[in-house]
């Protein structure tokens, strides 16, 4: 997207500039380039670009820093691989882009507790692949290869949330940078606790705003036996979403289950070079020992059988999964280069998964209607699924399309009892939502957001509609009615 | 115990009373029987008086008296059905004790969802007993037939959270009315949400000092097709440990995993009329497919063998299985009961399963050396195990004695980055403990606290050390050093 310079910049204090030069030397920032990248995001969002960016290395600069934005009334956005979905990083206020990458570190893998610290700037690809020859691995699997810092704030799930949960149940404890400074820690190591507020979860989600995360007690799982997958094309969409509820319903612990609309298995066929029918598909994962796997894939396939699913396949071979999930991963992409050039913009329902086929079937005829390239996943044991559109950058009206079709499906799934964003966040885009969905409890996170940050120096502008300096409208998909 | 008037009651004033009497007629009691029987717990912690008790029947109940607190400055305590252990529910300040129990409407199962919308006062038992039919059921067993809203507001847990979880992820949305009468949602019924902060987590454990919860969206899982159940004795509470580890690591996905020292084993045989051997002993429940259990049972044999286990014996029949429970849920009643006429104190901490074996060797050591008759039972599976003293109500130097073991328990959790409760709550006798384990995080706590209930009319005196008219070292177990 076209880069704009910050609509109002705090613009750095010749005083607080020489502070940070002092303490971060080349660690910080004031180049064009380095301020742009920290300025922008995958998706759709226009870039606003911070005064600063700063390396931190350790939690010791992360409360410097934060001292620093106390003192001298410095706006500060915590920043981990630029691949939050609503703009949640994007410095709306200018101030200090906090770049958490450098602090990448695996303190500690407790194996017998199947659990590990770590910096909040290592992704989950490199978590895993230290984590391998243990034996464990880290569930959460957003796609995108984010930090483990950022899948918490933004409280991130993914394609196996359905057996192993979100960031909510993975993170087992935090330690927290506050807006004066101060560092907490929110939980000890224990897999369970019941001593006082669970800050853990309030900070899980908050997007930054509450706090800086500095460090992420992490819950682990033994990998599986057998990992074992398969895929499945539908003549309906109720007929998928059947298989998939009446599986759950048999107690199959599926560790995925994702719908992918005909739109984008056509889109994925022709990205990766595949010939899947380009049909509404299930791509599913089993894990569990070799007779436990057998027959979770013997009892889907029959349920599959029986809702009108055709050509059931399923392999235990690892590089046929590796294919499949690659194909999973890359359908984000796909769908977004329906059109070359495009600028993708993913929306984020979630509803109670009886409702998901009618929500799906109704967005759908909404789409036929549409003049943009739209495909549909989602993680349809979660009753979580994506629109995908795909943008063309040089015309707004298709910005404004979209964003009519997102309130739309907003609105239907509201009506539904769903939420907004089941993995994405608030961030620019769902404030208005936020208000839709919630009423009244909006107002006591504001109290919350007001307690903790009184000055309201943390990634400003994000999460609350109507504040002073924040999205407001501007940004489409985001507006009163 | 014996019951005392509360220290400072805040004594209704006549315009208070004759609003209550209004509205609630023979809803409201100021009869000593009724106030003492809602000033008491099961536990050891002497009684406290609340100047009414109202027994309220829908939100608008609730939040009338909510807004009349405020208004007349007279406190409020949410009651369940009064079987929490750190007197979570003592009125400590008097005012009026919230009779929730009426509340007990089951509002609504959604099968296939596997959810259900439940008011606070229904008991895990009858919620249980209703979704029978339906092939559903709710997991958390913290022994007691508790209400749903009072394990969600001390956080509860029990037997099978090792494979369910807690409350924390039982609990997907509440209705709460907050401290000035305005009445929120949490959340709605999606699975899950990225929809701002963690509202939902943030009440579950607060322990009625933040709102007062009077709906609660739970999670529901199928009935699994077949449930066996194991009990195995070990010479060594290493193996007993390490066969649970291991177990975990190899994936088993235990539903419960309970220990049980020699002592409880021999009161429980007592209590039950049961032949168990007296010694440290492993209660098992797996849930699944036929095979998925024979091959579980399989695993966990071989495992326990490996470890010193003797006589595993397993069963599929359900009243064999009930047998068993039975023994395992009684055996807080049978600890007590060691001595008769006895008052029962529960300790409740919870480490990293990996130093769990270390922690209960050092604490039976202790209890060696104690004159008190005390019992070790736990949940192995999260690491978390409690002490259970049976004491003499008419010797308050065993008070004491129990006060300084749990005192050096506590401690010895802390040093294993474990923490001081693990389903309990903080109530009256954990709050220099909570001080201890997290720190400057407790400030945090008492931020939110502030900014939701400015004026401290709810659950006054429980959670923070220190406070004006709290337990502050009033209680055994509670004192600064």
Same mark, same amino acid.
């Given at each position: 997207?076209?880069?704009?310079?910050?609509?109002?910049?705090?613009?750095?204090?010749?005083?607080?500039?020489?502070?940070?030069?002092?303490?971060?030397?080349?660690?910080?920032?004031?180049?064009?380039?380095?301020?742009?990248?920290?300025?922008?995001?995958?998706?759709?969002?226009?870039?606003?670009?911070?005064?600063?960016?700063?390396?931190?290395?350790?939690?010791?600069?992360?409360?410097?820093?934060?001292?620093?934005?106390?003192?001298?009334?410095?706006?500060?956005?915590?920043?981990?691989?630029?691949?939050?979905?609503?703009?949640?990083?994007?410095?709306?206020?200018?101030?200090?882009?906090?770049?958490?990458?450098?602090?990448?570190?695996?303190?500690?893998?407790?194996?017998?507790?199947?659990?590990?610290?770590?910096?909040?700037?290592?992704?989950?690809?490199?978590?895993?692949?230290?984590?391998?020859?243990?034996?464990?691995?880290?569930?959460?699997?957003?796609?995108?290869?984010?930090?483990?810092?950022?899948?918490?704030?933004?409280?991130?799930?993914?394609?196996?949330?359905?057996?192993?949960?979100?960031?909510?149940?993975?993170?087992?404890?935090?330690?927290?940078?506050?807006?004066?400074?101060?560092?907490?820690?929110?939980?000890?190591?224990?897999?369970?606790?019941?001593?006082?507020?669970?800050?853990?979860?309030?900070?899980?989600?908050?997007?930054?705003?509450?706090?800086?995360?500095?460090?992420?007690?992490?819950?682990?799982?033994?990998?599986?036996?057998?990992?074992?997958?398969?895929?499945?094309?539908?003549?309906?969409?109720?007929?998928?979403?059947?298989?998939?509820?009446?599986?759950?319903?048999?107690?199959?612990?599926?560790?995925? *289950?994702? %719908? /992918?609309?005909? &739109?984008?298995? @056509?889109?994925?066929?022709?990205?990766?070079? =595949? +010939?899947?029918?380009?049909?509404?598909?299930?791509?599913?994962?089993?894990?569990?020992?070799?007779?436990?796997?057998?027959?979770?894939?013997?009892?889907?396939?029959?349920?599959?059988?029986?809702?009108?699913?055709?050509?059931?396949?399923?392999?235990?071979?690892?590089?046929?999964?590796?294919?499949?999930?690659?194909?999973?991963?890359?359908?984000?992409?796909?769908?977004?280069?329906?059109?070359?050039?495009?600028?993708?913009?993913?929306?984020?329902?979630?509803?109670?998964?009886?409702?998901?086929?009618?929500?799906?079937?109704?967005?759908?005829?909404?789409?036929?209607?549409?003049?943009?390239? *739209?495909? %549909? /996943?989602?993680? &349809?044991?979660? @009753?979580?699924?994506?629109?995908?559109?795909? =943008? +063309?950058?040089?015309?707004?009206?298709?910005?404004?399309?979209?964003?009519?079709?997102?309130?739309?499906?907003?609105?239907?799934?509201?009506?539904?009892?769903?939420?907004?964003?089941?993995?994405?966040?608030?961030?620019?885009?769902?404030?208005?939502?936020?208000?839709?969905?919630?009423?009244?409890?909006?107002?006591?996170?504001?109290?919350?957001?007001?307690?903790?940050?009184?000055?309201?120096?943390?990634?400003?502008?994000?999460?609350?509609?109507?504040?002073?300096?924040?999205?407001?409208?501007?940004?489409?998909?985001?507006?009163?009615?």
């Amino acid at each position: 997207m076209t880069a704009l310079k910050a609509l109002s910049t705090s613009d750095l204090s010749a005083e607080a500039r020489a502070a940070l030069d002092g303490r971060f030397g080349e660690r910080v920032s004031y180049s064009e380039a380095i301020r742009l990248q920290h300025g922008q995001s995958e998706a759709h969002y226009a870039a606003r670009l911070p005064d600063a960016v700063v390396f931190v290395e350790s939690s010791e600069d992360v409360i410097f820093v934060t001292r620093l934005c106390t003192e001298h009334d410095v706006k500060l956005t915590a920043y981990g691989a630029g691949t939050s979905m609503e703009g949640n990083a994007i410095p709306l206020s200018g101030g200090i882009s906090l770049d958490m990458s450098r602090m990448n570190r695996i303190l500690r893998v407790n194996a017998e507790d199947c659990d590990v610290v770590v910096e909040p700037g290592v992704t989950r690809i490199a978590l895993n692949n230290h984590l391998r020859d243990q034996g464990l691995f880290f569930p959460v699997d957003p796609g995108a290869d984010a930090t483990i810092g950022g899948m918490a704030s933004t409280r991130a799930s993914g394609t196996n949330a359905v057996r192993y949960g979100t960031m909510r149940e993975a993170v087992l404890g935090l330690r927290v940078v506050m807006a004066d400074g101060q560092e907490i820690r929110t939980a000890r190591r224990a897999r369970k606790s019941a001593a006082g507020y669970d800050l853990t979860r309030l900070f899980v989600g908050s997007e930054g705003t509450l706090g800086i995360i500095t460090e992420l007690t992490l819950r682990l799982h033994p990998i599986p036996e057998v990992i074992s997958s398969a895929v499945c094309s539908f003549e309906t969409l109720e007929g998928a979403a059947a298989t998939v509820i009446q599986s759950i319903q048999c107690g199959v612990p599926l560790a995925r *289950a994702e %719908i /992918l609309d005909d &739109v984008t298995m @056509g889109a994925v066929n022709r990205w990766a070079k =595949l +010939d899947y029918p380009e049909k509404t598909t299930l791509f599913f994962e089993f894990h569990g020992s070799p007779s436990a796997v057998a027959e979770q894939v013997e009892t889907v396939k029959k349920l599959a059988t029986g809702n009108g699913g055709g050509g059931f396949q399923w392999s235990n071979l690892p590089e046929e999964r590796a294919r499949l999930w690659k194909a999973r991963h890359e359908a984000y992409y796909a769908a977004v280069n329906l059109r070359s050039g495009a600028v993708g913009w993913s929306t984020d329902v979630c509803v109670p998964i009886s409702r998901l086929p009618e929500c799906i079937a109704e967005t759908k005829r909404d789409l036929e209607a549409a003049s943009i390239p *739209a495909a %549909i /996943l989602g993680h &349809v044991g979660d @009753g979580n699924f994506h629109v995908i559109f795909s =943008l +063309d950058p040089s015309a707004p009206q298709e910005m404004e399309e979209a964003a009519a079709i997102n309130a739309r499906l907003i609105g239907r799934a509201l009506s539904m009892d769903g939420t907004c964003t089941g993995e994405h966040g608030i961030g620019l885009g769902k404030q208005k939502a936020l208000v839709d969905e919630l009423g009244d409890s909006v107002d006591i996170m504001r109290r919350i957001k007001h307690a903790l940050d009184p000055r309201g120096i943390l990634n400003p502008g994000k999460i609350f509609f109507g504040e002073k300096g924040g999205a407001n409208g501007q940004y489409p998909g985001d507006r009163r009615p």
